[in-house]
């Protein structure tokens, strides 16, 4: 079994399953549970983070841009004024190791200034030159995640969202294990050691509802590149298009994608609804993992 220390926290692989609870500080987030207001975020934040604490949360994913299907891109300069006061707020107040979800290397190193310390950039280091070795530098554990996410491909449609509509992959699971090991490259070749490495199938970025419905199933395939796995299905269009449900009510969709997951070997599943996905995960635990 290998370990990964992040901030004051010691991940066992294989132990357990750990949950990562999302908290958006985005106006405009698919899930409708953006925090950001002026004034208010790090009030609510805090008191968010409090309750997902509480519930046994592992890791808190702080984001400030939305990566929906047609969101508004958001300068760093504006990104950096929405977390870097709620990553401080968070990192003073609790233990939980705190990660910023970004593929921009002035808000990553922002956010590590004020006590971040995961990375998990949604687009696997593809980003921009800057992020991998700023990463390597600052000795941090890095999520790289799978995306072919076109604007041209998406589709909007009222309640349930936005979907892509006409992906085409070759082969979709090897063509998505060929382009993280792309990212896994161009982390090792910044200097980032494969121990800080996790992957992320990007389960809604650039993926059809069937592609998605077909990628969770096969986790196992990402698993098997031998690093551990983060999958962060929840709430997503492809849940509500296939129950024909808008976001706030795919809790049980999401169960549902986070047992699969973890069945399939994820070592982190990353989630909105966090009181009710820790106990899904350690149920699910119970019986894949013969824990209790």
Excluded: C
């Excluded at 349930?160 to 070759?170: A, K, N, P, S």
């Excluded at 792309?182 to 509802?209: N, R, Y």
């Amino acid at each position: 079994m290998t370990s990964l220390q992040i901030g004051k926290s010691t991940f066992d692989w294989g132990s357990r399953t750990y949950v990562m609870g999302i908290l958006n500080l985005t106006p405009d987030s698919f899930s409708g549970d953006g925090l950001y207001q002026q004034d208010y975020a790090v009030t609510a934040a805090l008191a968010q983070a409090r309750r997902f604490v509480e519930a046994g949360v592992d890791i808190l994913d702080v984001g400030g841009e939305s990566t929906r299907p047609g969101a508004k891109v958001v300068g760093a300069e504006e990104e950096m004024q929405r977390v870097v006061p709620v990553v401080a707020a968070l990192a003073a107040e609790f233990d939980t190791p705190v990660s910023i979800d970004t593929y921009k290397a002035a808000v990553a190193a922002a956010a590590m200034n004020a006590g971040a310390a995961l990375v998990n950039d949604v687009w696997g280091l593809r980003a921009g030159p800057e992020l991998a070795p700023l990463v390597a530098a600052r000795g941090v554990p890095v999520v790289l995640m799978h995306n072919r996410s076109k604007p041209a491909d998406a589709q909007i449609a009222g309640r349930l969202g936005g979907r892509y509509i006409g992906v085409e992959y070759d082969d979709l699971i090897e063509d998505i294990r060929r382009e993280l090991l792309e990212s896994v490259a161009i982390a090792q070749a910044a200097g980032i050691p494969d121990a800080h490495i996790i992957l992320d199938p990007g389960i809604g970025f650039g993926k059809t509802v069937e592609q998605n419905l077909e990628l969770l199933d096969r986790t196992d395939a990402i698993k098997a590149l031998g690093y551990p796995v983060l999958v962060g299905a929840s709430r997503k269009s492809f849940i509500g298009y296939t129950l024909d449900l808008p976001p706030d009510q795919r809790v049980e969709g999401t169960a549902a994608t986070v047992a699969v997951s973890i069945a399939r070997g994820a070592d982190i599943v990353r989630v909105h609804d966090v009181e009710t996905m820790v106990r899904v995960a350690r149920m699910t635990d119970a019986m894949v993992r013969r824990t209790g």
